[in-house]
């Protein structure tokens, strides 16, 4: 399965390598950074790297690219959903996973990688197990283990490893009962010219937050669950169930995890939340060329559209953007060409624009291609692909808990074609 794992910061230095069965020399890493070299963006890095005696997977997060070594084939996702439990991990431990905060803590992500793999096999993933095997560090406790000269490993085995449930501890408790779900949709979509969608489609995952005591037994059903499709769940959900009444029944883990991911494609037509208005053109034989954006909310049933950002990689021979926005800021780097207007909200009684003009270079002709727009927003309280829970309930507890369902709107890859 996976010998050896290396950690590769945004300049190309390896900060941090695991081994697990035998030693892989860091020479093994040099096709990984030829073919980093010949990617255009760092995302663009081919996932999978054939090499002469092993594959490279590596995984791209938070600037940081996680790199796996494998000698046997092995279904590549299973290593890179392996990979993302990692970074996952090191997140819930730390707060951020960045190259410091890991240089930090270096002795707990051994500890951490020793029990997540088991001679280059998963063995513990679930981040509850692992907190109960590894305690996460605190202050105190770095002062009183670099005084004492102990670890951060538990002296007992997680009672979860021994139960039919390895994703929940026993006995837990809790002064206050309470399960919180939120539902995050990210909508990838491609608009034309004419405003006409080309692809569009929607990634969505919910994740909870549950903390209750004892072994509560969950089901959430939906008001139109026949919308999911290509959906991936959390090992606690009976498949089952699912399969045979479109309801999601499981004992949760405690704390924090996510519960499912789904897929909503463009078959199902889906709904764009902002429209987008504009005139980008350059005049051949002048200096000049007119920029002209104006956004607007389309089909967001009331909802504001907040913490809204266009971006806009403008062409070569663009010297310089004197812009005029209605509202929020812009900034446009001469250097990179980088065009960036931070909106805010967007008011639908007074829709925001950025106009202006545009200096070419010198003797620069005409730009071949208009630019792409990019934009991020976040629409609250509404899941775009129109996903509603209609209840959930408890078994197996006597108590009452408190319930709660937030949804979420934000933008993914979301561009629109001048």
């Known amino acids: ?10 300049s190309g230095d390896i900060f941090l390598e695991k081994h697990w069965k035998s030693v892989v020399s860091r020479s093994v890493c040099d096709y990984f950074f030829e073919a980093l070299e010949r990617a255009t963006e760092p995302e663009n890095v081919p996932p999978v790297i054939p090499t002469p005696h092993h594959y490279l997977i590596n995984v791209l997060r938070h600037r940081i690219y996680f790199v796996a070594v494998i000698q046997s084939e092995v279904p590549p996702l299973f290593v890179i959903e392996f990979l993302h439990r990692v970074v996952d991990t090191f997140q819930d431990y730390f707060g951020v996973c960045t190259e410091a905060a890991i240089k930090d803590n270096v002795v707990v992500v051994y ?3 020793e029990e997540m793999l088991d001679n280059g096999f998963p063995l513990a993933t679930e981040s509850n197990i692992l907190k109960e095997l590894i305690k996460p560090p605190t202050i105190l406790r ?3 283990n670099t005084i004492t000269g102990s670890t951060n490993v538990g002296e007992q085995l997680p009672t979860g490893q021994l139960s039919v449930v390895p994703w929940r501890r026993t006995g837990v408790k809790y002064t206050n009962n309470e399960a919180y779900f939120d539902v995050v949709e990210e909508i990838d979509a491609i608009i034309d010219k004419s405003g006409s969608t080309i692809t569009a489609e929607i990634q969505g995952v919910i994740d909870a937050c549950v903390k209750l005591t004892g072994m509560p037994d969950l089901t959430l059903s939906f008001m139109n669950p026949r919308l999911l499709d290509d959906v991936s769940f959390h090992p606690c959900v009976r498949f089952k169930r699912w399969e045979a009444e479109r309801i999601l029944s499981f004992i949760p883990p ?8 789904y897929h909503v494609s463009s078959q199902n037509l889906v709904a764009i939340p902002v429209y ?3 005139n980008i053109s350059f005049r051949e034989g002048s200096s000049q060329g007119r920029f002209e954006v104006t956004l607007g909310p389309k089909q967001t049933m009331g909802k504001v559209v907040e913490s809204v950002l266009v971006s806009s990689q403008l062409p070569r021979g663009v010297l310089n ?13 001469p250097v990179t060409k980088l065009l960036s207007w931070d909106v805010g909200k967007i008011n639908p009684q007074k829709l925001p624009s950025l106009k202006g003009s545009m200096s070419l270079q010198a003797g620069a002709s005409k730009p071949d291609e208009n630019p792409t727009i990019n934009i991020q927003f976040k629409i609250q309280q509404m899941a775009i692909s129109g996903l509603k829970v209609n209840r959930l309930d408890m078994y197996g507890e006597k108590y009452k808990p408190f319930k709660g369902i937030k949804y979420m709107t934000k933008a993914g890859k979301f561009q629109v074609r001048t």
């Open 142 to 144: 770095t002062v009183v």
């Open 254 to 261: 405690d704390g924090n995890f996510r519960l499912l991911s």
């Open 276 to 278: 987008v208005k504009h």
């Open 1 to 10: 399965m996976i010998h050896s794992l290396f950690l590769v910061n945004a």
């Open 321 to 333: 953007a004197n812009l005029n926005p209605s509202q929020g800021t812009y900034t446009f780097d």
């Open 111 to 113: 500890e951490l990688l």
